[in-house]
């Protein structure tokens, strides 16, 4: 590959958003008009919330738990988000005591890792497991129509036994979770008929599966978003599995953090093939904004084998004497299938909105209120 387009591709694989906000304001649809009023707007959030969880629970066989905005540096327990060191959370000094007995804690990228240690901490056994209302601030994004510095999600775990770590059992839990998902959207047009505007599609009763190595050979020359683009325009809802392991380019899909989701146990393809990876993403085509639209993240997490197998591969063994690591090394943490599901990201595609500031207050630069403004876009403030 040549020096230029491996540069490329890497920097496709950098993180989330656009890139530029001209692109943003290219975006953008232009005739926009809100289906519902902000005010009603906060009646359809606050519903829609109450039903995804109460179904999301029944689903998986999950319970609502609480969930912290804050943890202490030095356990290692906080989301990296990738494994390259670009998104380094919020972190500040705590004086406490006259700094006798300081802590440096940090703010939450997601709960991933912290939600294994609660199943231990709940007593939670096979089959059993937890849903959060999490809450989190991730500094490092290009904040655009559909991310955001402040991010709130569905945080949900649930512990396995060692025969579930297969794709049987993450294709299944996907199906769950997307079957709540098109309820929701059947419940929140009943509540509110004004969401079943003629043109635009609904989502579709199943979820089409993919594996990333399957996705780069059926568009070799397009980058990983026009990838998913691509099978977007052809099944408008799909999970993409084994997110993290290097493909046949030489590329992962996409940079995964090596201590969480499991991208390196080997699998097989239905047709025999060797593959990598228990986990993936859910992405829907958005149809207000005519892209693709991520909904959740996750999988089976990694056991102490392919733990040790994702650090070093990452180049962060160092990792292992981190008490969240250790605890998987030692058998001390349950195994685990979880997964995050944004909040936001789900109420602006089901209430039918072209930018996460109509469902969500955050900070946004003033170039991207005003190009929303133009788009006749209401953004809460």
Same mark, same amino acid.
């Given at each position: 590959?040549?020096?230029?387009?491996?540069?490329?591709?890497?920097?496709?694989?950098?993180?989330?958003?656009?890139?530029?906000?001209e692109?943003?304001e290219?975006?953008?649809?232009?005739?926009?008009?809100?289906?519902?009023?902000?005010?009603?707007?906060q009646?359809?959030i606050?519903?829609?919330?109450?039903?995804?969880?109460?179904?999301?629970?029944?689903?998986?066989?999950l319970?609502?738990?609480?969930?912290?905005?804050?943890?202490?540096?030095?356990?290692?327990?906080?989301?990296?988000?990738?494994?390259?060191?670009?998104?380094?959370?919020?972190?500040?000094h705590?004086s406490?005591?006259?700094?006798?007995?300081?802590?440096?804690?940090?703010?939450v990228?997601?709960?991933?890792?912290?939600?294994r240690? $609660? /199943? =231990? !901490?709940? %007593?939670?056994? &096979?089959?059993?497991?937890?849903?959060?209302?999490m809450r *989190?601030?991730?500094?490092?994004?290009?904040?655009?129509?559909?991310?955001?510095?402040y991010?709130?999600?569905?945080?949900?775990?649930?512990?396995?036994?060692?025969?579930?770590?297969?794709?049987?059992?993450?294709r299944?839990?996907?199906?769950?979770?997307?079957?709540?998902?098109?309820?929701?959207q059947?419940?929140?047009?009943?509540?509110?008929? $004004? /969401? =079943? !505007?003629p %043109?635009?599609s &609904?989502?579709?009763?199943?979820?089409?599966?993919?594996? *990333?190595?399957?996705?780069?050979?059926?568009?070799?020359?397009?980058?990983?978003?026009?990838?998913e683009t691509?099978?977007l325009?052809?099944?408008?809802?799909?999970?993409?599995?084994?997110?993290?392991?290097?493909?046949?380019?030489?590329?992962?899909?996409?940079?995964?953090?090596?201590?969480?989701?499991?991208?390196?146990?080997?699998?097989?393809?239905?047709?025999?093939?060797?593959?990598?990876?228990?986990?993936?993403?859910?992405?829907?085509?958005?149809?207000?904004?005519?892209?693709?639209?991520?909904?959740?993240?996750?999988?089976?997490?990694v056991n102490?084998e392919?733990?040790?197998?994702?650090?070093a591969?990452?180049?962060?063994?160092?990792?292992?004497?981190?008490?969240?690591h250790?605890?998987?090394?030692?058998g001390?943490?349950p195994?685990?299938?979880?997964?995050?599901?944004?909040?936001?990201?789900?109420q602006?595609?089901?209430?039918?909105?072209?930018?996460?500031?109509?469902?969500?207050?955050s900070v946004?630069?003033?170039?991207l209120?005003?190009?929303?403004a133009?788009?006749?876009?209401?953004?809460l403030?």
């Open positions: 590959m040549e020096a230029t387009e491996r540069a490329r591709k890497i920097a496709d694989l950098a993180g989330p958003g656009i890139g530029s906000y692109e943003v290219r975006t953008l649809p232009a005739d926009y008009r809100s289906a519902l009023s902000p005010r009603e707007t009646s359809a606050f519903a829609l919330k109450q039903h995804i969880e109460e179904n999301l629970c029944r689903a998986l066989g319970s609502m738990v609480t969930v912290p905005l804050l943890v202490p540096a030095e356990t290692g327990i906080n989301d990296l988000l990738d494994r390259d060191g670009s998104r380094t959370p919020v972190q500040f705590i406490n005591d006259h700094d006798r007995h300081p802590v440096t804690a940090q703010i990228q997601a709960a991933t890792k912290w939600k240690t $609660a /199943l =231990r !901490e709940f %007593g939670m056994g &096979r089959g059993e497991g937890l849903l959060t209302d *989190a601030v991730r500094k490092d994004y290009f904040l655009d129509h559909d991310h955001s510095a991010v709130d999600q569905w945080d949900w775990e649930k512990a396995i036994a060692a025969e579930d770590r297969n794709l049987d059992v993450l299944s839990t996907v199906r769950a979770i997307w079957s709540v998902l098109v309820g929701a059947r419940f929140i047009e009943e509540r509110f008929p $004004a /969401l =079943r !505007e %043109g635009y &609904r989502l579709p009763e199943e979820i089409h599966f993919v594996h *990333a190595e399957d996705l780069l050979a059926a568009y070799p020359d397009l980058p990983r978003k026009q990838r691509a099978i325009r052809k099944h408008p809802a799909v999970f993409i599995i084994g997110i993290g392991w290097p493909l046949a380019d030489g590329l992962p899909h996409e940079m995964r953090a090596a201590d969480y989701d499991d991208w390196a146990t080997e699998t097989r393809s239905e047709d025999g093939r060797p593959m990598h990876g228990l986990n993936g993403d859910i992405l829907v085509w958005n149809p207000v904004t005519h892209r693709r639209h991520e909904l959740m993240s996750g999988g089976i997490r102490a392919s733990l040790r197998q994702q650090l591969m990452a180049g962060q063994l160092e990792f292992l004497d981190l008490s969240y250790q605890g998987i090394l030692h001390e943490l195994l685990s299938i979880g997964g995050g599901i944004g909040q936001s990201r789900t602006m595609l089901l209430l039918r909105k072209a930018h996460l500031g109509e469902v969500t207050v946004w630069p003033r170039l209120t005003e190009i929303s133009r788009k006749n876009i209401h953004v403030t």
